[in-house]
C-alpha cells in the first residue's frame, strides 16, 4: 500500500511539472490548458458577477472544464504575503493557501464557508486532498497557479461524485 501511494505521487509531481509547461494564457483574459484527468481541457476567464467573502465583494474567475456541466468560482483573497483563492460550485468548495512559501489546499476556512462540513467532507476525497497539501514551493504568478489549481482540482472530488460534477 505504500509503495502504490509512494508511486501515486510520484506520478502526481510529475504530471504537475508536465501540466505547468501547458498552461496558455490568451490575451490576458483566459487561460486554458488540459487538467490531464477526466474533466478534460478547462478555461479561466473574469467573472462577470463577483463572489462575496466574509462580507467583501473579491476579484472572481470562473473555471470551466470541457467534460463538466459544473462551472467553479474562484474568490482571489490577497494575504500579506500570498494569496489565496477559494473554490466554490454549487455542491463544493474548497481553498488553496499559501504558507511560510508552500502552495497547496486546505478546507475551507469557517468564515467562508456556506456549506455544511458534512457535505464537503462527503465530496471530498481525502486521498487527493492530502497529496495536495503541498503542490509547489516556489513563487508563482497569478495566472501560473490558477492554472495549478485547474489542474489539481478534479483530483478533489470522490469518485462517485465525478459523474455529477
Do not use: H, W
Not at 466574509?54 to 472572481?60: A, D, H, P, S
Amino acid at each position: 500500500m505504500k509503495t502504490k501511494l509512494v508511486i501515486l505521487t510520484i506520478c502526481l509531481a510529475i504530471i504537475g511539472l508536465s501540466v505547468e509547461a501547458r498552461v496558455k494564457v490568451k490575451d490576458a483574459k483566459q487561460i486554458t490548458g488540459q487538467s490531464l484527468t477526466e474533466f478534460g481541457n478547462y478555461a479561466i476567464s473574469k467573472a462577470d458577477v463577483p463572489l462575496i467573502l466574509n462580507g467583501e465583494e473579491v476579484k472572481t474567475y470562473e473555471l470551466v472544464y470541457d467534460n463538466s456541466n459544473r462551472k467553479v468560482q474562484i474568490g482571489v483573497v490577497p494575504e500579506k504575503k500570498c494569496t489565496s483563492f477559494v473554490l466554490k460550485s454549487d455542491m463544493f468548495e474548497i481553498e488553496y493557501v499559501c504558507t511560510r512559501g508552500v502552495f497547496g489546499v486546505k478546507k475551507i476556512e469557517k468564515k467562508y464557508r456556506e456549506f455544511a462540513q458534512d457535505i464537503n467532507e462527503a465530496v471530498l476525497d481525502k486521498v487527493g486532498y492530502y497529496q495536495q497539501r503541498v503542490i509547489c514551493r516556489n513563487e508563482k504568478t497569478e495566472q501560473e497557479l490558477l492554472g495549478l489549481i485547474a489542474c489539481y482540482f478534479p483530483n478533489l472530488i470522490k469518485e462517485k461524485y465525478l459523474a455529477k460534477f
